[in-house]
């Protein structure tokens, strides 16, 4: 029943089809590349795919972020693909699924998703974590070829291995995005599937703010991207060391100080009824020049 809403969308194949590009693009990047002689013996136990040169991947466990996900079809296909691929789970921490779309009665029609099949995912990892543990499974359905040479095997290879978390009304063109993804532990994998407009800008702005020791990996498929006719056309960031990032993100901040019309209170120590100007105050750098 959670997989309902997932599995009878209409663009499903379509959503499919586009993910595995990308897909295996990742795949390729982490050193695992599916074999033919593989690929047939999927449906049978799980396997670990022989590993190829790749370029050069962080040794902290990745955490993977499906941008503008959608269903997050693409987060679905990783975890349950790392189920039969245990090089891919010791690589992937975790997948954070994001999109301006939220679940919950009080969301608007038009920002209201369902993302029912997230909880069988949940499932699926509380069931596997009894497995490994030696532990019964609660399952009352068995898988279908539990009854094969390894059933306990067999049983681990159709449950979710990765944890996927979701981020719902989450509107990445915030400067707070950036920092949620700057505070997250280790480095990121970024992945982005069917993204429109400037979406697709914003998402390359993403991964050059984060820098390359941060944000290694970017999986980039438009759907469309902006016209380049556009009067200024399209600004993408750049990467900022973090002294330039906190020196940008002050003056944001003061800017909005001034603008919020607020007073008595110094926008740089945040003193209420301080006893100076803001260009004297003691935080500042002790500078005799003028600033």
Same mark, same amino acid.
């Given at each position: ?53 790749? &370029?050069?991947?962080? %040794?902290? #466990?990745?955490?993977?972020?499906? =941008? *503008?996900? +959608? ?6 296909? !990783? ?103 700057? &505070?997250?532990?280790? %480095?990121? #994998?970024?992945?982005?599937?069917? =993204? *429109?407009? +400037? ?6 702005? !993403? ?85």
């Amino acid at each position: 029943r959670e997989w309902r809403s997932f599995l009878d969308g209409k663009n499903l194949l379509h959503e499919v089809e586009e993910c595995l590009v990308a897909l295996e693009t990742f795949l390729g990047w982490l050193g695992v590349s599916p074999s033919s002689e593989v690929r047939s013996q999927m449906h049978e136990l799980p396997v670990e795919l022989p590993v190829t040169p790749a &370029a050069e991947v962080p %040794p902290q #466990a990745l955490t993977v972020i499906d =941008l *503008c996900c +959608g269903k997050a079809t693409f987060s679905m296909l !990783l975890t349950y693909l790392a189920a039969r691929l245990p090089l891919l789970r010791a690589k992937v921490a975790r997948v954070i699924m994001v999109d301006k779309m939220q679940e919950g009665a009080a969301v608007a029609p038009s920002d209201r998703v369902n993302w029912s099949h997230i909880s069988a995912t949940v499932a699926d990892l509380e069931e596997r974590g009894r497995l490994e543990n030696g532990e019964s499974p609660l399952s009352a359905e068995p898988a279908a070829d539990a009854a094969g040479p390894n059933p306990a095997a067999a049983a681990l290879a159709h449950l979710a291995a990765l944890p996927v978390s979701p981020w719902g009304g989450v509107n990445i063109h915030d400067e707070a995005f950036s920092d949620r993804l700057h &505070a997250l532990p280790g %480095p990121v #994998a970024m992945v982005g599937v069917h =993204l *429109c407009k +400037g979406l697709s800008p914003r998402c390359v702005g !993403l991964f050059n703010g984060l820098g390359p020791a941060k944000a290694p990996f970017l999986s980039l498929a438009p759907c469309c991207l902006p016209r380049l006719a556009r009067e200024g056309g399209w600004t993408v960031a750049l990467y900022e060391p973090p002294a330039h990032r906190a020196a940008r993100k002050g003056r944001l901040e003061r800017r909005a100080w001034c603008a919020s019309g607020l007073k008595g209170v110094c926008p740089v120590c945040g003193v209420p009824d301080a006893p100076h100007r803001m260009g004297a105050c003691p935080e500042l750098p002790a500078d005799p020049g003028p600033r």
